[in-house]
């Protein structure tokens, strides 16, 4: 079974600055997506950014990038000059081919103005 | 259109009652999800169809059944349901490749906040 672990349950930054939120995960898989879900209060969860195990190169999406250590199975999101709308919920998640999508607990980030 | 749409958006139920939650998504996908979330915590996945049939159920009780009945569709159907059962369900759709996943990302709806008196 996969796991995935987010170890910062809530983190607060100041707009404009930049936040950074962690992620491990355990597989003994070798091909495989990792995701970073955004989920605003109360409103839909939408795919902030998806790196694909194979590729080494990590993965950017305007303000947001990761940091993407795959012998070390850490998979952080970045978020640059924090805007109020990123105010969320953020939930690092795993998936194999089998269309299983495992999410960890979730870091509620809270942009300050 | 990336839009899935899940009706009712509130539910509320007695224990004896029988609903059924809707989904519907018109991007062409043919792998759909429910899963079930309580607050502040993750989505839990329930049950997935590929191809309108059922690939994954997660153990769930039968008092949930879902249900596909095209490649547009999903319900859940609930029946004698349990307050602890309350929370948020959420559908989701990915496209596929062959039988495979695609790009992986999934899109969800806003959910369907279920109450079990």
């Known amino acids: 079974a996969q796991t995935v672990t987010q170890s910062q349950p809530e983190m607060s930054v100041q707009e404009a600055e930049t936040v950074t939120l962690s992620c491990t995960y355990d597989t003994s898989e070798n091909n495989y997506y990792l995701f970073w879900y955004k989920q605003p209060p109360s409103r839909q969860m939408i795919l902030v950014i998806r790196q694909e195990a194979y590729k080494q190169q990590n993965a950017t999406e305007n303000r947001f990038s990761v940091n993407f250590q795959k012998a070390a199975k850490s998979f952080s999101l970045k978020i640059s000059d924090s805007q109020l709308g990123d105010t969320a919920m953020y939930f690092c998640a795993f998936m194999k081919i089998d269309y299983k999508l495992s999410f960890g607990a979730g870091t509620t980030v809270t942009v300050r103005a | 259109d990336t839009e899935v749409t899940q009706t009712p958006k509130h539910l509320v139920m007695g224990m004896t009652n029988k609903k059924s939650l809707k989904c519907e998504q018109h991007?062409?996908?043919?792998?759909m999800y429910w899963y079930k979330q309580k607050a502040k915590k993750p989505p839990e996945l329930m049950f997935v169809?590929?191809?309108?049939?059922?690939?994954i159920n997660e153990s769930v009780p039968s008092r949930f059944s879902p249900e596909c009945p095209n490649s547009s569709l999903l319900n859940l159907h609930l029946h004698a349901l349990q307050p602890e059962d309350s929370a948020l369900y959420l559908c989701a759709s990915s496209q596929v490749r062959g039988r495979k996943i695609d790009t992986g990302e999934l899109f969800f709806g806003e959910g369907s906040r279920l109450t079990v008196l």
């Open positions: 169809y590929s191809y309108e049939k059922l690939s």
């Open positions: 991007m062409g996908h043919r792998a």
